[in-house]
């Protein structure tokens, strides 16, 4: 059975960092890796998918990488801004499944 | 439509009454997905519907939810007798298919509250 886990829970950064935000899952047989923002009060926004045979994909100052051998995601976030304060979800599926997804993390940019 | 539609966006319901949430996905997409997000827990799927085929009901937690997707676009999703567990956000999603390249587009949810 599919299990995703995100460290960090939470994190603050002040305005300007980088930073990188991880995803981990058990099974590495899977199809696509996900990652979502969630403002509060609000459903889910897509911000990248990574497919299986892919290593990463970039949108913006957004880039997720993906490494099935160690089953781990990164999202990478360059030059924050407070508009990136935000709940982000990693998921997975595998096949005609639907998506498994993390617990999230809470990303706070202090201006 | 533009994008994934739900309602009601809240609804509040007294303790043993039903609700009906209501989904209409992307014109055109035939996988269909309902999620609950409760507080702490995460999202967790619920049930998903793909075409013509047999819903895939694996995740509905009991017998007091049920979900119907009439002429492979609308869903409703059904809670019997609802109980104080059952407050949550309903998310529902949908792709243009299932397997690979198939990004989800999620709704705003609906937020119920079992009082």
């Known amino acids: 059975k599919q299990e995703v886990t995100q460290i960090p829970a939470a994190l603050s950064v002040p305005e300007g960092e980088n930073l990188v935000l991880n995803c981990s899952f058990t099974?590495?047989?899977?199809?696509?890796l996900q990652w979502f923002r969630q403002d509060p009060g609000k459903g889910l926004t897509s911000l990248l998918l990574?497919?299986?045979?892919?290593r990463e994909q970039t949108s913006g100052r957004l880039n997720a990488s993906l490494d099935k051998s160690s089953g781990r995601s990164t999202l990478y976030i360059a030059a924050s801004q407070p508009g990136d304060s935000a709940t982000y979800l990693c998921?997975?599926?595998?096949?005609?499944?639907?998506?498994?997804f993390g617990k999230g993390t809470r990303l706070s940019v202090i201006a | 439509g533009a994008g994934v539609s739900q309602s009601p966006s809240n609804k509040v319901t007294e303790k043993g009454k039903d609700v009906e949430l209501r989904c209409d996905p992307i014109?055109?997409?035939?996988?269909l997905y309902w999620y609950r997000q409760s507080l702490g827990q995460g999202l967790e799927f619920l049930i998903y519907f793909q075409g013509n085929s047999a819903p895939d009901k694996s995740g509905l937690p009991s017998d007091r939810f049920s979900a119907e997707r009439t002429g492979g676009s609308v869903s409703t999703l059904t809670i019997q007798r609802t109980q104080q567990e059952d407050s949550a956000v309903y998310l529902c999603?949908?792709?243009?298919?299932?397997?690979?390249?198939?990004?989800?587009?999620f709704g705003a949810g609906t937020r119920l509250s079992v009082l």
């Open positions: 999603a949908s792709s243009l298919g299932a397997g690979t390249k198939n990004i989800q587009y």
């Open positions: 990574i497919q299986s045979s892919q």
């Open positions: 099974d590495s047989a899977i199809y696509n």
């Open positions: 998921a997975a599926n595998s096949g005609n499944t639907p998506l498994v």
């Open positions: 014109s055109g997409h035939t996988a």
